[in-house]
């Protein structure tokens, strides 16, 4: 494959797509070479997957079909950044390590914190994966002012800060976020940013009573992120609250008599905070926060019929959990215990999503906006060409 100015090479093992192989890996280097690629690939009819830092690649099921891998890896740059205007704006390639570092020059940060080290701007906003600051600064999609794609025939639109042409009628932003590649190339970002905090302290207990998770999330001590770990799903909840900035000391102490028992403070977080349980079977659970302790029980209780051991880990502040299942499970009873679970909390709003897992497995489960996204998808993607089948209903 030739396109003009672009480094492509042959793809090879490492470069398997949820353990589908490409045949070429694309190396762009700005926005205008990555839609001279996507034109070429629709000139051939090629199947395409958008890469970052390959964190995430593996997640979502296994794409129908992939000739050309999008490497992003050379659009790393940080192309404005207007301290003054809190707005910082990059090429999708840029890692939230490298971009961090450049910020806290200035004394900002991009309160998006991802659990997988080495991810992209990119990346991140394609699986809209979060961190602990979610639970006060929000996900990607509230930090996100500005973003620059490529869509399958090679156009490229633009949307939000600093507008050049938009696809009327679209929140690109929104719509891109979380989108798994099923729709186009992101290319650049744009996100408004805060000052980092002067303080930080975590309060730690090991006997948590979930029922104090609504009184911290409304309490004026103002926590930047309430997490949880149950590595046992009979075992106690590990619960650990995050407060920053102005007289943090003072008021960790005031969390810590609020949350008692065993609770600690600390200057570092603990050695779990914002990183996942596990990663061969992982799923993604998110609830209402008032079913949080109801739906612990739910996952412990199907678990237990089955034999199996969930470890959980999150945030208890937005009930937006991972949960992690032993590698050698039986596919046949992890299959079960994701329909009894989705079952469970379907009613109440709760989702239960499959991230990694046995390629025969129904990741995603029913949604009730599948004709509304299947109409998106054929807006931009009417070929089918983007990430086919990575997404749900086989999007």
Same mark, same amino acid.
């Given at each position: 494959?030739?396109?003009?100015?672009?480094?492509?090479?042959?793809?090879?093992?490492?470069?398997?797509?949820?353990?589908?192989?490409?045949?070429?890996?694309?190396?762009?280097?700005?926005?205008?070479?990555?839609?001279?690629?996507?034109?070429?690939?629709?000139?051939?009819?090629?199947?395409?997957?958008?890469?970052?830092?390959?964190?995430?690649?593996?997640?979502?099921?296994?794409?129908?079909?992939?000739?050309?891998?999008?490497?992003?890896?050379?659009?790393?740059?940080?192309?404005?950044?207007?301290?003054?205007?809190?707005?910082?704006? $990059?090429?999708?390639?840029?890692?939230?390590?490298? /971009?961090? @570092? #450049? &910020? *806290? %020059?200035?004394?900002?940060?991009? +309160?998006?914190?991802?659990?997988?080290?080495?991810?992209?701007?990119?990346?991140?906003?394609?699986?809209?994966?979060?961190?602990?600051?979610?639970?006060?600064?929000?996900?990607?999609?509230?930090?996100?002012?500005?973003?620059?794609?490529?869509?399958?025939?090679?156009?490229?639109?633009?949307?939000?800060?600093?507008?050049?042409?938009?696809?009327?009628?679209?929140?690109?932003?929104?719509?891109?976020?979380?989108?798994?590649?099923?729709?186009?190339?992101?290319?650049?970002?744009?996100?408004?940013?805060?000052?980092?905090?002067?303080?930080?302290?975590? $309060?730690?207990?090991?006997?948590?009573?979930?029922? /104090?998770? @609504? #009184? &911290? *999330? %409304?309490?004026?001590?103002?926590? +930047?992120?309430?997490?949880?770990?149950?590595?046992?799903?009979?075992?106690?909840?590990?619960?650990?609250?995050?407060?920053?900035?102005?007289?943090?000391?003072?008021?960790?102490?005031?969390?810590?008599?609020?949350?008692?028992?065993?609770?600690?403070?600390?200057?570092?977080?603990?050695?779990?905070?914002?990183?996942?349980?596990?990663?061969?079977?992982?799923?993604?659970?998110?609830?209402?926060?008032?079913?949080?302790?109801?739906?612990?029980?739910?996952?412990?209780?199907?678990?237990?019929?089955?034999?199996?051991?969930?470890?959980?880990?999150?945030?208890?502040?937005?009930?937006?959990?991972?949960?992690? /299942?032993?590698?050698?499970?039986?596919?046949?009873?992890?299959?079960?215990?994701?329909?009894?679970?989705?079952?469970?909390?379907?009613?109440?709003?709760?989702?239960?999503?499959?991230?990694?897992?046995?390629?025969?497995?129904?990741?995603?489960?029913?949604?009730?906006?599948?004709?509304?996204?299947?109409?998106?998808?054929?807006?931009?993607?009417?070929?089918?060409?983007?990430?086919?089948?990575?997404?749900?209903?086989?999007?």
């Amino acid at each position: 494959m030739i396109v003009s100015g672009v480094t492509v090479r042959a793809a090879d093992e490492g470069d398997a797509v949820a353990g589908v192989r490409p045949r070429w890996v694309a190396l762009p280097e700005t926005t205008e070479e990555i839609a001279a690629v996507l034109r070429v690939a629709a000139e051939n009819d090629l199947a395409v997957v958008p890469a970052g830092g390959g964190t995430t690649l593996h997640w979502g099921p296994p794409p129908e079909r992939c000739d050309l891998l999008i490497d992003t890896c050379c659009l790393n740059e940080v192309l404005e950044h207007a301290a003054g205007d809190l707005v910082v704006k $990059v090429q999708a390639g840029v890692t939230l390590d490298a /971009l961090a @570092g #450049t &910020l *806290a %020059a200035a004394g900002q940060r991009l +309160a998006l914190d991802s659990p997988g080290e080495g991810a992209t701007v990119g990346g991140t906003l394609a699986t809209g994966v979060a961190g602990p600051l979610r639970f006060r600064y929000g996900t990607a999609r509230d930090l996100l002012i500005g973003i620059t794609v490529v869509l399958a025939d090679g156009t490229i639109a633009k949307a939000g800060g600093k507008v050049v042409k938009n696809v009327a009628g679209y929140d690109l932003g929104k719509l891109f976020t979380g989108s798994y590649g099923t729709l186009g190339v992101i290319a650049e970002a744009t996100f408004r940013l805060h000052p980092l905090p002067a303080d930080s302290r975590w $309060v730690t207990t090991s006997s948590a009573d979930l029922g /104090l998770v @609504g #009184t &911290l *999330a %409304a309490s004026p001590l103002e926590p +930047a992120a309430i997490e949880l770990d149950r590595p046992d799903p009979h075992g106690p909840v590990v619960l650990s609250t995050l407060v920053e900035g102005v007289a943090a000391a003072e008021r960790a102490k005031a969390v810590q008599d609020l949350m008692g028992g065993d609770a600690h403070i600390g200057e570092e977080p603990p050695a779990w905070w914002g990183r996942l349980p596990g990663d061969d079977l992982l799923l993604a659970l998110r609830v209402l926060p008032a079913a949080l302790a109801g739906t612990l029980h739910t996952v412990a209780a199907h678990a237990a019929c089955l034999n199996l051991t969930p470890h959980v880990r999150g945030s208890a502040g937005t009930a937006d959990l991972h949960v992690t /299942l032993p590698p050698e499970s039986d596919p046949g009873k992890v299959a079960s215990f994701v329909s009894a679970v989705r079952d469970e909390i379907r009613p109440d709003g709760g989702r239960l999503v499959v991230l990694t897992g046995p390629s025969e497995m129904d990741f995603w489960g029913g949604t009730g906006a599948l004709g509304l996204m299947r109409s998106v998808k054929a807006r931009f993607d009417p070929h089918r060409r983007m990430s086919p089948g990575r997404f749900v209903g086989g999007i």
